[in-house]
Structure formats: structure tokens, C-alpha cells
């Protein structure tokens, strides 16, 4: 019993846990594909998983990538930006939103955020503008959409390309309408770590017929046929394995979706009023994909995020500091002008008070409980 006891105690929780479909199920999917012999290659079940996305995503067009990197790769190139252009961006997003920038040759530009969404602020975009400028790339932080509207304003006013680094938004809806139908290609990922995952993977959506067979190509080595190659292309196919969970966890994905709102209903509750805590919120007009709860920690709150990160993981809860450091503090980035301080003072401050905590459905309420009093200032617990 006492190393029962101890072995709890030892064990950590940590900011999320991957959705999986009972190993029995998922053998069965591989008994299929041991069959069939067909690993990769836009197999039966990575065919489905494309089809049957297009329902949930509620847009017509899917393309399916063996990761979400590759897949915003891929969306960048498929849009021809010019050589050296510029691609207006937010420092406060996951590395590879511009690192994919950069490895098409183009210039990450970055913008400040606005305090309460996370999300890039449209009214300093323009300011941003220059006759080099090609491309928007927004990202929906945490779920919360951009400002769709007046980023695809902009975008028409001055002849841009948009993208939408959609990573955390499956099956987030703004005013009614698919996340996924804004812009010119939005890019979900389906890492392990997100509400609906493939292990490794992620998919493009976008309403333009004309981009259907330029990806399918490019994805592909730029192969057209066993004789032709056309475009310089690279390895983005997602396998039969990846695709083969995915179709299981999409049977899941919902039931996950009503524990966490259940989650984050306790926390909302047990949160509420303990000063120096804000809760971002969604906005009425959204809906919540339940992919992250980040809270924010205010400067009269009794400790600094950083050491209420250090007093969690104290007690073996592993929350998490996302985004920090920000993309423009990266040695390979913080010497653009951009990068500088004075550009983004949103971004600076709010690196350093956004702390995510544990968030999955199986998430035990006595660890949540845990998780609440550990936030309550010393006086009233």
C-alpha cells in the first residue's frame, strides 16, 4: 500500500493528455491495413479521414499532411508569395508558425497582439504594411479566433494573401460559420497534444477549387505522374497508421470536448474573483474548441507567474508557459526590427503572466481541486 501511495505521489500531471480510442479498436484498424499491405500513399482510411473532415471542419476542401508544420509548409508555398516578400505575423504562437515563413524564403514581420484575445491586433497591422508585404499569417490562440472580418478587410484593401495558423481551433465556429472557411488556407494540427490528434499530423482547408490538385502535388514531391514532375515539392503524406487513429479518435473527439466544458466550468467557478487572476473568455460571437485554459496572472496577484509555475511543479503539476519565450526574443529572430520592444509591448508583458494549467478530460476533479487551492492566495485557504 505504501508504494501504491508513493508512486501517486510521484506521478505528474501535466498540461494535457492524448485522446486515445481503446487498443482493441485501433488493432482492428491494423489488421486491416496488414491486409491491404497499402501503408501510405493516400490509402482507403487516409481517404476517409479527408472526407469525413470535411463535415466536421464544414468546408469543402481537406488535404490531409503527415504533420502541421509540413502542412503550413505547404500553404505558404501553394499561395506563390513573391521571393523575399514580407509575411505579417505574431510573435506570440508556436515556432513553427515562423519558421515556416522563413524556410519559404520570405520575412516574418511581426505585430503585437491585443491584451485580451492573445490574437493579432488588426489596427496595427497596416501600420506594418509596406510595398514588400505579401501575406497575413494570424494564428487563433488557444482557440480564440482573430479578427477574421477586419484581417480579410485589410487583406483586400492591400492585395494580400491570408493564412490562418488554425492549430488550436478544431472545430471553433466565429458568428456561425467554420473556422476553417476564413481566409485563403487555414492550417489545423493534429498533434498528440491537441483535442483531435493523429499522434503526428494535420490538415489544410480552403474554399478555392484551383488549390486542390497544386497541394495534392506538393505534398506529394510535386509528382503529377510515374513520368512527370512539375513542381518542387516535398514529403507531407499522412499514413494509414495516423490516419487509422484519427478516424477512431473522430468517434471521440466530442465526448472530450463536454468533459473539458465541464472542466472549465469548475475552474471558471473556482477561479472566479481571486484577484490577480484574470480568465480569458471567449467571445459571444465564438465557440470554444477546448484546447487550452490559459489563465492570466496580474501584477497584484501575490506571485509572479514564474514562481507560481515553480510552486505547481513543486507538487508535481506540470503547467506550462505557452508562449515563452516569444518567437521574436529567438536568437534567430530578435535581431529584426520587428522583434524590438517598442513594436510589441502587449506581446512583452503578457509573455510573462501567461501561465496554461491541465486541461484534458480525464482530469480527476481532486487533482482540479488541488489545482484551484494552489492558486488561492495564502490568506484564503
Known sequence: MKNLQEN?????TFVTQPLLPSLE???SHLKDIWESKWLTNMGEKHNLLENRLKGVLKIKNVSLFNNGAIALLTALKALDLPAGS?????????AATPHCISWNGLLPVFCDIEPGTMCID????????TAKTSAILAVHVYGFPCDVEKIEKIAQKHHLKVIFDAAHAFTT?????SIATFGDISM??????????TAEGGCLTYNNDDLVKKIYNLRNFGIQSEE??????INGKMNELQASLGLLNLELFEEEKNKRAE??????????????IRVPQMPETATNSYQYYPIVIEDDYPLSRNELYEKFKSINIMTRKYFYPICSDYECYKGLPSSSKENLPVTNEIKNKVLCLPFYGNLDFETLKIICKTLMPVRNQ
Do not use: C, M, R
Open 8 to 12: 501517486k505521489q510521484n506521478n505528474k
Open 25 to 27: 479498436e485501433y488493432i
Open 86 to 94: 514580407e509575411v505579417i505575423t505574431t510573435p506570440f504562437t508556436f
Open 122 to 129: 488588426p489596427d496595427k497591422i497596416e501600420n506594418l504594411i
Open 173 to 177: 465556429e466565429f458568428k456561425g460559420k
Open 188 to 197: 489545423f494540427s493534429f498533434h498528440a497534444t491537441k483535442l483531435f490528434n
Open 228 to 233: 512527370i514532375v512539375e513542381e518542387i515539392g
Open 263 to 276: 472542466i472549465k466550468a469548475f475552474y471558471d467557478q473556482n477561479l472566479a474573483g481571486i484577484k490577480g
